[in-house]
Nanobody
Framework: QVQPVESGGGLVQPGGSLRLSCTTY????????MVWYRQASGKQRELVAG???????TYAESVKGRFTISRDNAKKTVYLQMNSLKPEDTAVYYC?????????WGQGTQVTVSS
């Protein structure tokens, strides 16, 4: 399996927006539920949002109403639209399948929310 490639992170002021992308490779992307995780410095990785192969979505309480997960099966890509960003959203963001077999972990994309 090839690791996914996350992109779209950066430095943004509180209240700003970013759109993350996660491109995967190989077959069967549309068969798996996908999730976004994040890991802040010194903290455990936490699940941020998930989307099933049918398009149903779930969110952590901390991001509900601010983040939107979506997917494009033709492009084998999952997105995370992040609005109203807060300093506590600062972390490295990763994507993966929700269930086994997981993909190899990618490098992630750094999101820093600071004024």
């Amino acid at each position: 399996q090839v690791q996914p490639v996350e992109s779209g992170g950066g430095l943004v002021q509180p209240g700003g927006s970013l759109r993350l992308s996660c491109t995967t490779y190989g077959r069967l992307f549309n068969m798996y539920a996908m999730v976004w995780y994040r890991q802040a410095s010194g903290k455990q990785r936490e699940l941020v949002a998930g989307i099933t192969n049918g398009g149903s979505t779930t969110y952590a309480e901390s991001v509900k109403g601010r983040f939107t997960i979506s997917r494009d099966n033709a492009k084998k890509t999952v997105y995370l639209q992040m609005n109203s960003l807060k300093p506590e959203d600062t972390a490295v963001y990763y994507c993966n399948r929700r269930e086994d077999p997981l993909l190899p972990w990618g490098q992630g994309t750094q999101v820093t929310v600071s004024s």
